[in-house]
């Protein structure tokens, strides 16, 4: 091989040290989702496992979630056609709904506890504070990304010359949403 075609080779597979540190992230997310979600089922398999019913809140906020991926890829359509103004609009309806993520899932840890099941006591209600819990806090993270998106649009530093930060925050706002899927359908169908 030729200098010229190692250099080409090794350009064609570029990408930027943030996309990457954020898949790196992602990745890590997964791991201990995974162990978690393990943990979930050897734990339940042992017995002593107290069966109840997942809040309506969770239900809610896993529609909210899809809702909110719609505004944040009209958010990242809307910033490749220089749209400034709506770009600002949905990534504040995007952050918004994030919020009212969060309020859904306070609302169904109440409901749990309506229910008795409380984080310390079996552990069944356990893994299921510590899941959504832990998902809560990836939540707020991506809020406050999506807010810092949403100052960068204001400041024109986000167009469709100038799409990484928008495209890293769409990416992590659609893992974090098919996150919440996999771990309420696991949840349901693991009762």
Known sequence: MTTQTLEKNSTSFSMHPKKFALWLFIVSVIMIFASLTSA??????????????????????????????????????????????????????TALSGVVFMFLQWRGWSELVAQEIFFVGNPSGSFVYVISGLHAVHIVSAIIFVLVVVYQSRKQMVHSKSLNSIEMCLTFWHFLGGLWLYLFLFLVLNR
């Open 40 to 93: 979930y089922i050897v734990r339940q398999s042992e017995g002593n496992w107290v069966q109840f019913e997942l809040p309506a809140g969770f239900y809610f906020s896993s529609v909210l979630i899809v809702v909110s991926s719609v505004f944040m890829h009209l958010a990242y359509l809307s910033a490749k056609k220089d749209l400034f103004k709506r770009t600002q609009a949905l990534l504040l309806l």
